[in-house]
């Protein structure tokens, strides 16, 4: 397809001065497609992960070995995940948009394969990320991923909230 200024318009979030292959640390947002609610249910404020949930924690675990960082906490709610991840240098050539399209990529693939479909996106295009700037900010983002699950009926991503925030009714 080519450049169209209409169609093409996205702005990066990415700092321009920031070097996303330094040792840093990382949170990050993926939401499912659509925001389809496969991968947990919430079970009296905890996520209960359905096969799809267990294969996207399984994916994440993946990154230690495949690129050496250091993960943390992480969440899989019922239509997008949260997680935590340091690249500490271990190895060379390790970027934030390397580890996230593996990651992004692998658990797209084998998510698709358990649902028994191929034929459309996983994740929603991009992912949020936010680079940790000291350890009361980490610290934060922690107690956030924690009470993601109590805080579902709020959140921004329940698909209840987001008919009630455009007016939408729940089935359209």
């Known amino acids: 397809m080519r450049y169209n200024p209409d169609y ?6 990415r700092l321009k001065t ?14 499912v497609f ?3 609610g496969v991968l947990s249910e919430i079970v009296d404020g905890q996520c209960v992960l359905t096969p799809v949930g267990e294969i996207i924690m399984e994916e994440w ?23 935590i991840f340091s690249i500490n240098g271990e190895r060379e050539g390790v970027t934030l948009g390397k580890v996230m399209n593996a990651f992004k990529s692998l658990a797209a693939r084998r998510g698709n394969a358990a649902l028994g ?10 992912y949020y990320e936010h680079i940790v700037r000291d350890e009361d900010d ?6 956030y991923i924690a009470a993601n699950p109590s805080r579902w009926h709020e959140d921004p991503e329940n698909p209840i909230n987001v008919a009630v925030n455009t007016g939408q009714s729940k089935t359209g």
């Open 138 to 143: 980490l610290e934060r983002i922690r107690l």
């Open 8 to 13: 093409h318009h996205r702005r990066s979030i």
């Open 61 to 83: 675990a993946g990154l230690v070995e495949r690129f050496g960082v250091t993960l943390d906490a992480a969440v899989t709610m019922p239509n997008h995940f949260h997680g």
């Open 34 to 36: 659509q925001r389809e």
């Open 117 to 126: 479909r191929a034929e459309r996106p996983f994740w929603q295009r991009n």
């Open 18 to 31: 920031f070097d996303y292959s330094r040792n840093a640390t990382y949170f990050i947002t993926c939401v």
